[in-house]
């Protein structure tokens, strides 16, 4: 196996991290330009909620006057009046097209307010049965029924509506689930050519939400429903608009190939993606399978793969999500492991690729001596080693010789000294290895990390 060439590591910006808000527990609340209003004892509490990553909160501490906070409060009155509204006339089972204008308002003011999605739902789904005997909307769909046509304009129409509330709320849940409701909704009722233009349209939404915050797990698991979806038997075309080559359009169904180049472009863009990391190693066994991969190129899939990781980490070992993908990888190089194999190994195979990683990994310590992953890595990836090494052996006993214990101790102090925070783990670990952490300095750590000489 060729040694890994070092690149060369560049300074890259700290990466701290963000104090999202705490729950505050509330009956009402409207929110307005980014600022929400929750009620607690009957007194406002003012928070600003933080809405993309790298975006810091700021809380205006300015007193206000009397003539905003009568504005504010009438806000407050006309929201609980709208509320008690839509409640009621949902009480009465009125489900108008002037119901479902109300709770869109009332969502518009306030997304969190789930009962109401539902409600919302109950509404279209009786607007949905009650099709076929109510006057056709006019829909941009073509070639459809008009019990369909209706049916398909209150769908997109709601789609079109969630659009605005996304951008300005990206991380609200139910957002998301209704509209994966709606789209269900479409291939349960329109005809399937319908409905796959209306879930290949979403690919292009989810891709300029995740062009404003790349890493915004709700857009990263929306796009995997949606391609899920797509590639699903309920929308594929029917068997008269196959052509003679049928098994070759079926397989074309697939999109593991164009997702996998996806996350690569995303994680080009930037390192510290943790999603894009994950929807990689979750398409990886699938690429490989539908590739019908031979030994030979898994093992060349496998080796780029250990380089990609090798130089964002070299750029920035500091970066946790790195850390992440390059532990899954070495996972996947236990004979016995639970992770789909890259490349099926044997034990020798494995403790090579084991003990070239821990070679490159050791090299990252060169300027990164005070980053406490490469410490964990080196850890993690030794007792790996040595696990492996010994699970053949009839006596348990190392079959290469190979013990690193001084440097298993060496490692283990340095993270009770980086990282005291969680000394009672490197404790733990000190103890099931045989090994007194408690010499690694010469002081002792309190919670913060400041030393106190004993």
Not at 131 to 142: N, Q, Y
Not at 283 to 305: C, G, M, N, S, V
């Amino acid at each position: 196996m060729e040694k890994m060439v070092k690149p060369t590591r560049v300074s890259v910006a700290w990466r701290g991290t963000f104090d999202y808000p705490a729950m505050v527990t509330a009956q009402h609340f409207y929110a307005e330009r980014g600022i929400h209003q929750f009620f607690k004892g009957g007194e406002p509490v003012q928070i600003t909620i933080m809405t993309s990553h790298g975006v810091p909160r700021i809380t205006s501490t300015e007193a206000k006057s009397d003539q905003a906070r009568q504005k504010e409060l009438k806000s407050i009155e006309d929201y609980r009046s709208l509320v008690d509204l839509v409640l009621t006339k949902i009480r009465e089972r009125e489900y108008t097209a002037a119901v479902l204008a109300q709770t869109s308002k009332l969502l518009t003011l306030n997304p969190e307010y789930y009962t109401i999605w539902n409600y919302r739902r109950l509404i279209l789904v009786n607007r949905f049965s009650t099709a076929e005997t109510t006057p056709s909307l006019s829909s941009s769909l073509e070639n459809l029924s008009p019990p369909n046509q209706t049916r398909a304009s209150l769908i997109v129409g709601d789609l079109q509506f969630l659009v605005p509330l996304l951008r300005k709320f990206p991380k609200c849940y139910w957002i998301w689930n209704h509209r994966v409701w709606l789209l269900e909704q479409a291939t349960l009722l329109l005809p399937a050519s319908t409905a796959r233009r209306l879930w290949t349209e979403e690919l292009w939404l989810v891709r300029k939400m995740l062009s404003l915050d790349s890493r915004n797990f709700h857009g990263w698991g929306y796009r995997r429903t949606v391609v899920s979806h797509l590639e699903s038997a309920k929308l594929a075309p029917p068997p008269s608009e196959l052509s003679e080559n049928k098994e070759e359009e079926r397989k074309s169904a697939s999109m593991a190939e164009e997702e996998f180049a996806y996350t690569t472009k995303m994680i080009e863009t930037n390192l510290s993606n943790f999603s894009a990391w994950h929807n990689r190693g979750k398409l990886i066994p699938r690429l490989l399978e539908e590739r019908h991969a031979d030994d030979t190129a898994r093992r060349e899939f496998l080796e780029d793969e250990f380089a990609l990781i090798a130089r964002a980490l070299y750029t920035d070992p500091y970066d946790q999500s790195l850390w992440f993908y390059h532990q899954y990888l070495i996972s996947t190089l236990h004979p016995s492991s639970t992770q789909p194999p890259i490349l099926k190994l044997d034990t020798a195979s494995a403790l090579s690729y084991i003990s070239a990683e821990l070679d490159n990994t050791r090299e990252m310590l060169d300027g990164a001596e005070d980053c406490k992953y490469i410490y964990q890595a080196l850890l993690e990836y030794t007792m790996l080693y040595r696990s492996i090494d010994s699970a053949t052996s009839p006596d348990g006993k190392s079959q290469t010789g190979v013990d690193k214990r001084e440097e298993l101790e060496s490692w283990l102090r340095e993270l009770w000294k980086l990282d005291p925070l969680r000394r009672g783990r490197w404790d733990d670990l000190g103890r099931a290895l045989r090994i007194d952490t408690a010499e690694a300095v010469s002081g002792t750590h309190d919670i913060h990390g400041s030393v106190s000489q004993a």
